[in-house]
């Protein structure tokens, strides 16, 4: 699990910068215009879960071995953080929460399975 440290932890702050820089973008436009509440659940589910595959992909470019595993790590964590939030403030697992879940799941696996399929460029 060492060997993988160092990509899960690049992911991640990948994850965190990008679910930030858009989270303010998309703040942004809702003090800017009248937006539905659907959309406002749909972007934080695509948010996160283009942050997953972001941080999928990045962590399988460093350590550039197993992408399916890192994705599921990288969905396992973020899952569990998912599902923890949750619990505390529903107290019980909703259906949204779920399908952010599955969701983050999903794009984390294809982001694991991309990056290992890609050549990494720049050397």
């Not at 972007?43 to 071995?65: D, E, W």
């Not at 595993?69 to 569990?80: D, N, T």
Request: net charge positive; aromatic share 8%.
């Amino acid at each position: 699990m060492q060997f993988y440290k160092k990509g899960i932890i690049a992911g991640f702050l990948s994850l965190l910068i990008f679910v930030i820089a858009s989270t303010l973008l998309f703040g942004t436009v809702m003090t800017l215009f009248d937006i539905a509440d659907e959309i406002v659940s749909i972007a934080g589910t695509l948010i996160l879960s283009i942050g997953c595959y972001l941080a999928s992909y990045v962590s399988t470019q460093i350590v550039r071995n197993k992408g399916l595993l890192q994705g599921l790590i990288v969905a396992g964590i973020v899952s569990a953080m998912l599902l923890i939030v949750c619990l505390i403030v529903n107290r019980a697992l909703t259906f949204a929460c779920f399908e952010k879940i599955v969701s983050c799941t999903l794009f984390s696996i294809i982001g694991g399975i991309k990056g290992i399929n890609t050549r990494k460029t720049g050397k």
